[in-house]
């Protein structure tokens, strides 16, 4: 798993990747509260990681498109 400092250098593929094990754990998982929790403040920074890559994604796609008209 990774911690904040790495998240932030995580590839797209890499954060969702760990974001779909964590998931994988909490709705499998036999893990305490405490766990749980940390596993969820985790899911949650990547969650975050991959929306700030796709919406950095779109603004390149949207600048590219105006570029070609």
Partial sequence: M???KQTGL???EAALADLESIVD???H???TLDESLKLYK???MLSQ???DL???AESQIGIQTENND
């Fill in 42 to 44: 985790q899911g949650e």
């Fill in 25 to 27: 754990k909490l709705e």
């Fill in 49 to 51: 990681r991959c929306k």
């Fill in 54 to 56: 796709l919406d950095k």
């Fill in 10 to 12: 995580l590839d797209f």
């Fill in 29 to 31: 998982g036999q893990l």
């Fill in 2 to 4: 990774t911690d904040e």
